[in-house]
């Protein structure tokens, strides 16, 4: 058995100690080496628990045996698609950095994220999930208030005390989860299959928690308010991992819980309310952006109010497509937010009223945009449509017609990214005058999420077949 | 392996995938792209002539049990489609050749047209709506890039978003329609669903959804603004998207489900919608002054006719006059075309001196197109328009459709004699210019529409589910005496120098070219979104000062408290007396209570 999990570890930790030792002008490329190192090995699991069934890989070291907490690693069906979406989003982050615009300090955060993001995933325990979580938090926070704009300060400091909220809720709920499980335990599948057996008000308690916490990180409205501000202000390599990776540790917190705490059915129609408020919020909201990652924020927003739409249906088929929404989410914003720097780096500025005609510069930079579109919107063969299909399934089966209302936000999401294509993708001519043009390392990125994108899109049964598993 | 044949009718798309890799692209995109049609045409051929009938599916992916294939299936009715589109792609093809004679973008233009063409293929054999969707969605976006393929111009960014904006509408509602038919029926295979028996409410609403999301596609009223803007695409394409793709999707996939649709009771919406469609599309054409753009409201009028058609459920009248539109549209555009490129000039009224002299053949042909889209005997038309006026359910409906037979004869042959007036002082040499490339396809297709009369006789003993209408001596005869009177008043108003004008100032204009209203309609909405939008901003704000202000508070609460914190022991002495104090009277009280 390969220690796969230790291989990860190993490499993601070497490369921050040599990324912290060694000189700036390695960090690129160790970087890229550490990230590598990882997509391979993810890749190899998913076509390992593909070919042999999702044999459940597992490693395990005790830690707190006391408490039976151990420091355990497990590649769940869902675990593997986000660490799929993770290993992706890292290497494209890593790759599109480029050269110059790599820092010692960029790519120590960044692979510790990557580190805090893929412990987290795969943590077979509450106890590790936490730590990971605050980690990621640590990272971010690093992320934004070092590498991003003119604001990044504020921005940064914004996120923590948002985060710090939801650690506090996260991590008085795990407290009682432990003491209302019947035997005590942090374990996450054991809690799963147990979760019934606690008593309806500490379930009630444990619920409004959690919900809260993965409810600031995904973020739903009305806590949603750092987001746009943290989007916005990181540099590109943060914007994506932010976006990317750091809003799935709420939405798969968001799954566990909906998966641990049966009470969850009782408040179903709800949460799909709210998300459906949250959705429709997100895309008026970002009608009014004037800045471009600002805009792409919300519509992140937009895509992860659909992703609790799946997880509210409380059906088999809308949880199957709320994982391929993450992974779908996943790769699409980090690939906007990838060409909103690009487009960024080569007109000095953010505002759509400043971007015309960014065609005329870089080719590649506005197809990858519409191609991004087709993603979010959901057109087949981009690994949006099979997401949006299994999302709004299970939300149709659960909820009836009320369920596809949620789609009209869609609608009105792509209807306002076509218009930034005709106002400022192609239209006018300012984009050839452009100095800055998008550099290989970018397109390098772009070519790798668009890759992922139409693989998965194009060759789904892959991970459901894992995930159905 | 074989029955996977018709799968392989979608060769452009092997083309496109070429087209990119090809080393020295922009000159080798053309033949590959010719290739690549011919190849399916040939397919298609074989297709057409031996697997009527035949299915193939290949599955996709799985879920809970449930497979959701890639399903091709070549029924009678798919293989009309998939034969029209078959013939009319390399003509296209061709004759894009001589139209775009620029030196650059002939791979991007190839590649997008190439895909669009395999879309159109693709939709004609899906057997299911996981594969139509597929189709459907790709038409959308690679009509989407081609209307706007001359995106320097300046207004053509916003004809390409029109035309998107709305076909993604119908996008979103046709995958709702996906997910309430596999809910509701478990399977997504087309002849399966037309086998289910009873109506269910949701097999109602999706039907309701898939009927607005064909009159997205197929431009019908309250959708149909996009389509006279998506003028501003190259004519090749204009001629494509008109004849036998994209706009053609929505009008078969509702024939395709008709038996749903009468089994829900739900033909009157088509036919309403199919007048009302009509009626704006003959007042827009008769006021237009766009070549092109009085092409597009009449390929509007066609469509209407043929749901209105198929609102009388007479999928016959329906099928006839879609086949002969494929062949007269076409033809109408190239002919457009190569007068825009012969005389450089896209306003009607200024274009002049085209006819017999200046290029014989090419005027031939375009009076063949315009008698068949008027309907004279023999043509493909007057079968066409014959069969709609026939199949008329009511006097008011028949009288309607008289009226717009006689409407449309009369801007066809405006639309002929305008360009036809001679100016001596205009050079007629453009016209003598038209390449060969572009000559020969349309020379082919008026063959095409001297032939396509003989759809009449032919469809019924290729699909026999289609009861063929009879044509009566009383019906011809009024309907072509119509064309006639068209005929006269248009040459009376048109034909001479100074041509009746209407000015885009004037009354007649305003009330003919108004399309009820939707354009301005749509602006309204829209202002209305970006104010709700606004308004939603300002919210997001109002909650963010609202957070922050929580936050500045507590900085405020800790700036008041540290004061006491200072440092002093006269302070804390005096707090500790005060305290002692407070704590001697609370328990005073006590005491005394």
Same mark, same amino acid.
């Given at each position: 058995?390969?220690? &796969?999990?230790?291989?990860?570890?190993?490499?993601?930790?070497?490369?921050?100690?040599?990324?912290?030792?060694?000189?700036?002008?390695?960090?690129?490329?160790?970087?890229?080496?550490?990230?590598?190192?990882?997509?391979?090995?993810?890749?190899?699991?998913?076509?390992?628990?593909?070919?042999?069934?999702?044999?459940?890989?597992?490693?395990?070291?005790?830690?707190?045996?006391?408490?039976?907490?151990?420091?355990?690693?497990?590649?769940?069906?869902?675990?593997?698609? %986000?660490?799929?979406?993770?290993?992706?989003?890292?290497?494209?982050?890593?790759?599109?950095?480029?050269?110059?615009?790599?820092?010692?300090?960029?790519?120590?955060?960044?692979?510790?994220?990557?580190?805090?993001?893929?412990?987290?995933?795969?943590?077979?325990?509450?106890?590790?999930?936490?730590?990971?979580?605050?980690?990621?938090?640590?990272?971010?926070?690093?992320?934004?208030?070092?590498? #991003?704009?003119?604001?990044?300060?504020?921005?940064?400091?914004?996120?923590?005390?948002?985060?710090?909220?939801?650690?506090?809720?996260?991590?008085?709920?795990?407290?009682?989860?432990?003491?209302?499980?019947?035997?005590?335990?942090?374990?996450?599948?054991?809690?799963?299959?147990?979760?019934?057996?606690?008593?309806?008000?500490?379930? &009630?308690?444990?619920?409004?928690?959690?919900?809260?916490?993965?409810?600031?990180?995904?973020?739903?409205?009305?806590?949603?308010?750092?987001?746009?501000?943290?989007?916005?202000?990181?540099?590109?390599?943060?914007?994506?991992?932010?976006?990317?990776?750091?809003?799935?540790?709420?939405?798969?917190?968001?799954?566990?819980?909906?998966?641990?705490?049966?009470?969850?059915?009782?408040?179903?129609?709800?949460?799909?309310?709210?998300?459906?408020?949250?959705?429709?919020?997100?895309?008026?909201?970002?009608?009014?952006?004037?800045?471009?990652?600002?805009?792409?924020?919300?519509?992140?927003?937009?895509?992860?109010?659909?992703? %609790?739409?799946?997880?509210?249906?409380?059906?088999?088929?809308?949880?199957?497509?709320?994982?391929?929404?993450?992974?779908?989410?996943?790769?699409?914003?980090?690939?906007?937010?990838?060409?909103?720097?690009?487009?960024?780096?080569?007109?000095?500025?953010? !505002?759509?009223?400043?971007?015309?005609?960014?065609?005329?510069?870089?080719?590649?930079?506005?197809?990858?945009?519409?191609?991004?579109?087709?993603?979010?919107? #959901?057109?087949?063969?981009?690994?949006?449509?099979?997401?949006?299909?299994?999302?709004?399934?299970?939300?149709?089966?659960?909820?009836?017609?009320?369920?596809?209302?949620?789609?009209?936000?869609?609608?009105?999401?792509?209807?306002?990214?076509?218009?930034?294509? !005709?106002?400022?993708?192609?239209?006018?001519?300012?984009?050839?005058?452009?100095?800055?043009?998008?550099?290989?390392?970018?397109?390098?990125?772009?070519?790798? +999420?668009?890759?992922?994108?139409?693989?998965?899109?194009?060759?789904?049964?892959?991970?459901?077949? =894992?995930?159905?598993? | 392996?074989?029955?996977?044949?018709?799968?392989?009718?979608?060769?452009?798309?092997?083309?496109?995938?070429?087209?990119? +890799?090809?080393?020295?692209?922009?000159?080798?995109?053309?033949?590959?792209?010719?290739?690549?049609?011919?190849?399916?045409?040939?397919?298609?051929?074989?297709?057409?002539?031996?697997?009527?009938?035949?299915?193939?599916?290949?599955?996709?992916?799985?879920?809970?049990?449930?497979?959701?294939?890639?399903?091709?299936?070549?029924?009678?009715?798919?293989?009309?489609?998939?034969?029209?589109?078959?013939?009319?792609?390399?003509?296209?093809?061709?004759?894009?050749?001589?139209?775009?004679?620029?030196?650059?973008?002939?791979?991007?233009?190839?590649?997008?047209?190439?895909?669009?063409?395999?879309?159109?293929?693709?939709?004609?054999?899906?057997?299911?709506?996981?594969?139509?969707?597929?189709?459907?969605?790709?038409?959308?976006?690679?009509?989407?890039?081609?209307?706007?393929?001359?995106?320097?111009?300046?207004?053509?960014?916003?004809?390409?978003?029109?035309?998107?904006?709305?076909?993604?509408?119908?996008?979103?509602?046709?995958?709702?329609?996906?997910?309430?038919?596999?809910?509701?029926?478990?399977?997504?295979? =087309?002849?399966?669903?037309?086998?289910?028996?009873?109506?269910?409410?949701?097999?109602?609403?999706?039907?309701?959804?898939?009927?607005?999301?064909?009159?997205?596609?197929?431009?019908?009223?309250?959708?149909?603004?996009?389509?006279?803007?998506?003028?501003?695409?190259?004519?090749?394409?204009?001629?494509?998207?008109?004849?036998?793709?994209?706009?053609?999707?929505?009008?078969?996939?509702?024939?395709?489900?008709?038996?749903?649709?009468?089994?829900?009771?739900?033909?009157?919406?088509?036919?309403?919608?199919?007048?009302?469609?009509?009626?704006?599309?003959?007042?827009?054409?008769?006021?237009?002054?766009?070549?092109?753009?009085?092409?597009?409201?009449?390929?509007?009028? *066609?469509?209407?006719?043929?749901?209105?058609?198929?609102?009388?459920?007479?999928?016959?009248?329906?099928?006839?006059?879609?086949?002969?539109?494929?062949?007269?549209?076409?033809?109408?555009?190239?002919?457009?075309?190569?007068?825009?490129?012969?005389?450089? &000039?896209?306003?009607?009224?200024?274009?002049?001196?085209?006819?017999?002299?200046?290029?014989?053949?090419?005027?031939?042909?375009?009076?063949?197109?315009?008698?068949?889209?008027?309907?004279?005997?023999?043509?493909?038309?007057?079968?066409?328009?014959?069969?709609?006026?026939?199949?008329?359910?009511?006097?008011?409906?028949?009288?309607?459709?008289?009226?717009?037979?006689?409407?449309?004869?009369?801007?066809?042959?405006?639309?002929?004699?305008?360009?036809?007036?001679?100016?001596?002082?205009?050079?007629?040499?453009?016209?003598?210019?038209?390449?060969?490339?572009? +000559?020969?396809?349309?020379?082919?297709?008026?063959?095409?529409?001297?032939?396509?009369?003989?759809?009449?006789?032919?469809?019924?003993?290729?699909?026999?589910?289609?009861?063929?209408?009879?044509?009566?001596?009383?019906?011809?005869?009024?309907?072509?005496?119509?064309?006639?009177?068209? %005929?006269?008043?248009?040459?009376?108003?048109?034909?001479?120098?100074?041509?009746?004008?209407?000015?885009?100032?004037?009354?007649?204009?305003?009330?003919?070219?108004?399309?009820?209203?939707?354009?301005?309609?749509?602006?309204?909405?829209?202002?209305?979104?970006?104010?709700?939008?606004?308004?939603? *901003?300002?919210?997001? *704000?109002?909650?963010?000062?609202?957070?922050?202000?929580?936050?500045?508070?507590?900085?405020?609460?800790?700036?008041?408290?540290?004061?006491?914190?200072?440092?002093?022991?006269?302070?804390?002495?005096?707090?500790?007396?005060?305290?002692?104090?407070?704590?001697?009277?609370?328990?005073?009280?006590?005491?005394?209570?």
């Amino acid at each position: 058995m390969i220690p &796969e999990f230790s291989i990860i570890f190993a490499a993601l930790a070497l490369g921050i100690v040599l990324a912290a030792l060694l000189e700036k002008r390695f960090s690129y490329y160790i970087g890229i080496a550490a990230t590598a190192i990882v997509l391979v090995v993810v890749l190899l699991i998913v076509a390992y628990e593909y070919v042999f069934g999702a044999s459940v890989m597992a490693q395990t070291y005790a830690y707190i045996p006391q408490f039976g907490v151990h420091v355990s690693f497990i590649a769940t069906p869902i675990s593997t698609v %986000l660490l799929t979406m993770t290993a992706v989003v890292l290497f494209a982050a890593a790759l599109s950095s480029g050269k110059n615009g790599t820092s010692k300090g960029a790519t120590v955060l960044m692979l510790l994220f990557g580190l805090a993001a893929i412990g987290l995933f795969s943590s077979s325990n509450l106890i590790l999930f936490f730590i990971f979580w605050d980690v990621g938090v640590v990272a971010t926070f690093f992320m934004i208030s070092y590498m #991003g704009s003119a604001n990044r300060r504020s921005a940064a400091l914004k996120f923590l005390v948002y985060s710090l909220g939801a650690s506090a809720a996260l991590l008085l709920g795990i407290i009682l989860i432990y003491f209302g499980t019947p035997v005590h335990s942090f374990n996450i599948a054991y809690i799963i299959s147990h979760g019934s057996l606690m008593p309806i008000g500490v379930q &009630e308690s444990i619920f409004v928690l959690l919900f809260v916490a993965f409810m600031i990180k995904m973020p739903i409205f009305p806590l949603h308010s750092w987001m746009a501000d943290a989007y916005t202000e990181s540099s590109t390599q943060g914007s994506m991992l932010i976006s990317g990776v750091l809003s799935k540790f709420g939405a798969y917190g968001m799954l566990l819980l909906f998966l641990m705490m049966p009470i969850a059915a009782k408040y179903s129609t709800y949460i799909l309310a709210l998300a459906a408020i949250s959705a429709f919020y997100a895309v008026l909201v970002a009608i009014n952006q004037s800045d471009m990652k600002r805009l792409i924020s919300y519509i992140s927003m937009l895509d992860m109010s659909i992703i %609790l739409v799946g997880i509210a249906s409380i059906t088999v088929i809308g949880r199957e497509g709320s994982i391929y929404g993450m992974l779908a989410h996943g790769l699409g914003i980090a690939l906007l937010f990838l060409v909103a720097g690009s487009i960024e780096g080569m007109f000095g500025s953010r !505002s759509i009223k400043f971007i015309r005609g960014v065609v005329e510069g870089s080719a590649s930079a506005a197809y990858s945009f519409m191609l991004g579109i087709f993603s979010l919107t #959901g057109v087949p063969l981009t690994v949006g449509f099979i997401a949006d299909l299994l999302i709004f399934i299970g939300a149709f089966s659960a909820f009836g017609l009320y369920g596809l209302i949620p789609l009209g936000a869609i609608l009105l999401a792509g209807g306002l990214l076509y218009l930034i294509v !005709s106002r400022s993708i192609v239209n006018g001519r300012n984009g050839a005058e452009a100095p800055y043009l998008p550099t290989a390392s970018q397109k390098a990125g772009y070519a790798v +999420l668009l890759l992922f994108i139409f693989a998965f899109g194009m060759l789904p049964f892959i991970l459901l077949k =894992i995930i159905g598993s | 392996m074989l029955q996977a044949l018709p799968l392989l009718s979608v060769a452009p798309l092997i083309a496109a995938a070429l087209i990119i +890799l090809a080393i020295h692209r922009d000159r080798a995109a053309k033949y590959i792209a010719l290739a690549g049609s011919v190849l399916s045409l040939i397919i298609i051929t074989v297709v057409a002539l031996y697997y009527v009938g035949g299915t193939y599916r290949v599955s996709w992916f799985s879920l809970q049990g449930y497979s959701f294939n890639i399903t091709t299936s070549v029924l009678p009715l798919n293989a009309l489609l998939l034969a029209l589109v078959g013939i009319v792609t390399p003509l296209i093809f061709l004759y894009s050749f001589g139209y775009m004679d620029t030196k650059s973008e002939q791979s991007r233009y190839y590649f997008e047209i190439s895909l669009f063409a395999a879309a159109m293929m693709l939709f004609a054999i899906s057997g299911n709506f996981i594969t139509m969707f597929i189709a459907w969605e790709m038409l959308g976006i690679t009509s989407y890039l081609l209307i706007g393929f001359w995106y320097a111009k300046k207004v053509v960014p916003d004809a390409a978003r029109k035309a998107i904006s709305t076909i993604i509408i119908g996008d979103i509602l046709f995958l709702a329609a996906i997910i309430v038919l596999w809910s509701a029926y478990r399977t997504l295979n =087309i002849s399966a669903l037309l086998s289910i028996a009873g109506s269910t409410v949701y097999l109602k609403v999706a039907l309701a959804f898939i009927l607005v999301a064909a009159f997205t596609k197929s431009a019908q009223f309250p959708f149909n603004e996009w389509l006279s803007d998506a003028m501003e695409g190259p004519t090749p394409v204009s001629a494509f998207l008109h004849s036998s793709t994209m706009v053609k999707a929505g009008v078969f996939l509702v024939a395709i489900l008709l038996p749903l649709y009468v089994k829900a009771g739900m033909l009157m919406p088509i036919l309403a919608i199919g007048l009302i469609t009509a009626i704006i599309a003959v007042m827009n054409a008769l006021s237009e002054h766009h070549i092109k753009k009085i092409l597009a409201y009449s390929t509007m009028e *066609d469509l209407a006719l043929m749901f209105i058609a198929l609102g009388f459920n007479a999928i016959f009248a329906a099928m006839l006059l879609f086949v002969v539109q494929t062949f007269y549209k076409a033809l109408l555009f190239m002919s457009a075309g190569s007068i825009m490129k012969a005389t450089g &000039e896209e306003n009607i009224y200024k274009t002049y001196n085209f006819g017999f002299k200046t290029n014989k053949l090419l005027y031939i042909s375009t009076i063949i197109g315009v008698l068949s889209l008027a309907g004279i005997f023999p043509l493909g038309g007057f079968f066409g328009k014959l069969g709609i006026d026939t199949s008329a359910s009511s006097m008011y409906i028949y009288v309607a459709l008289v009226a717009i037979d006689f409407l449309s004869s009369v801007y066809i042959f405006r639309w002929l004699y305008l360009p036809s007036r001679k100016d001596s002082y205009l050079s007629s040499f453009g016209y003598r210019t038209v390449p060969r490339s572009m +000559l020969a396809p349309i020379a082919i297709l008026a063959v095409l529409v001297l032939a396509s009369g003989l759809a009449y006789f032919m469809l019924p003993m290729y699909y026999a589910a289609m009861p063929k209408f009879s044509i009566g001596i009383i019906d011809p005869l009024i309907e072509t005496a119509l064309v006639l009177a068209g %005929l006269g008043i248009a040459y009376i108003l048109y034909s001479r120098g100074r041509a009746t004008h209407v000015d885009a100032s004037s009354m007649e204009y305003k009330l003919l070219h108004n399309s009820f209203f939707i354009n301005a309609f749509y602006v309204y909405l829209l202002k209305g979104i970006e104010l709700l939008g606004e308004g939603f *901003d300002a919210l997001n *704000d109002a909650i963010n000062s609202v957070i922050n202000g929580g936050a500045y508070s507590f900085i405020l609460l800790g700036n008041a408290l540290k004061r006491i914190e200072n440092g002093s022991i006269n302070t804390y002495a005096i707090a500790f007396a005060a305290g002692i104090v407070f704590l001697v009277i609370v328990f005073a009280m006590n005491l005394i209570k």
